[in-house]
């Protein structure tokens, strides 16, 4: 159960767009349609933001999107708002009834 | 509105136990499983345990397993977390969030805590 791979910091400016990796392994990222995303705001309780892959929670805005590619995980967000500056976690399902998270992203928006 | 409120964090020292809960309302508790993640501070988060709806399942992170047991009382709306043979690595805030799953588990969580706080500390 070792953490997920993600870059420890991105940034962008308003209305830019960045996207977050997460690399994994085949045994959790690349082995089942389950990578999610949450986003915590400091002080926070985390909030889903993208579940099985590609799936936007209802309320969620259309500006965060999640893709996949064998091992690797992304979280692409669209149009920066100041308010996306938060901590980005992807998380997967692991197997064995496990689950892991990534190490985390601080986005910064300029 | 839905509620989860953690309770019994503390100071503890390597090697002790602690109990900690998380009472639950508005939703039907009985149909949610409901995990235990935790956050060490300035650090990510980590999952720890989930047990389901009816708690006849239940699962661990491998650095917890055999040290904590996660349990429920559908009667009173409580998930526990007890915690044995504390580390000074096992500082950190402890979630309860529910899984977003009706009835099954399916591993996200749609509904958190606020947390607690537990320090391992000699």
């Known amino acids: 159960q070792s953490a997920l791979t993600q870059p420890a910091s991105v940034s962008g400016s308003p209305g830019q767009s960045i996207t977050i990796s997460c690399t994994g392994t085949?045994?959790?990222?690349?082995?089942?349609?389950?990578v999610s995303w949450y986003q915590q705001h400091p002080g926070k309780a985390p909030k889903l933001i993208i579940s099985?892959?590609?799936k936007r929670p209802s309320g969620v805005s259309s500006r965060f999107s999640g893709s996949k590619s064998g091992n690797t995980a992304s979280l692409t967000i669209s149009g920066l708002q100041a308010e996306d500056e938060a901590d980005y976690y992807c998380?997967?399902?692991?197997?064995?009834?496990?689950?892991?998270f990534g190490g985390g992203t601080r986005l910064t928006v300029l | 509105q839905m509620q989860l409120v953690e309770s019994g964090g503390g100071v503890v020292q390597p090697g002790r136990s602690l109990r900690l809960s998380c009472a639950a309302s508005?939703?039907?508790?009985?149909?949610?499983?409901m995990h235990w993640v935790r956050q060490a501070p300035g650090k990510g988060l980590f999952w720890v345990a989930v047990?389901?709806?009816?708690?006849?399942?239940?699962n661990y992170a491998d650095s917890v397993k055999g040290r904590f047991t996660i349990s429920r009382d559908n009667s009173k709306n409580t998930v526990y977390l007890q915690m044995n043979s504390l580390r000074v690595e096992d500082t950190a805030v402890y979630f309860c969030?529910?899984?977003?799953?009706?009835?099954?588990?399916?591993?996200?969580?749609?509904?958190w805590g606020q947390g607690t706080l537990v320090t391992v500390s000699s």
């Open positions: 508005g939703f039907t508790f009985s149909r949610s499983g």
């Open positions: 998380y997967s399902y692991a197997g064995s009834i496990t689950w892991v």
């Open positions: 085949s045994s959790d990222v690349g082995g089942y349609k389950l």
């Open positions: 047990i389901w709806n009816d708690g006849r399942n239940e």
């Open positions: 969030a529910r899984d977003s799953g009706d009835e099954a588990v399916a591993g996200d969580f749609d509904f």
């Open positions: 099985d892959d590609n």
